[in-house]
């Protein structure tokens, strides 16, 4: 599975960067993102729900793990 770490960023670029990287993905492919930004984790959460992707979030600290897995090709 292939990881992305944004932890360090803040948006725009956590979100530019976490699209950049889910574009590459096979459709059934999962990948894991980390971010710590609040701000961050809610707009790429809102990115990947009005597309072709699924997702679950879990907290682990102050950190957040988005398991995401792209479900079609987007039109």
């Known amino acids: 599975m292939a990881s992305l770490d944004l932890r360090d960023q803040v948006c ?4 530019l ?3 950049r990287h889910v ?3 096979e459709v ?3 990948t894991e993102i980390w ?3 609040p ?3 809610s707009d790429i959460v809102r ?3 009005k597309n072709a992707y699924t997702l679950s979030c879990n907290k682990q600290g102050s950190d957040f793990c988005l398991l995401v897995t ?3 090709e987007p039109c």
């Open 12 to 15: 725009p670029m956590s979100l």
């Open 17 to 19: 960067l976490m699209k």
């Open 23 to 25: 574009v590459l993905l």
């Open 28 to 30: 059934g492919q999962t």
């Open 35 to 37: 971010v710590s930004d």
């Open 39 to 41: 701000s961050s984790k």
């Open 47 to 49: 990115f990947l729900e």
């Open 70 to 72: 792209k479900e079609k």
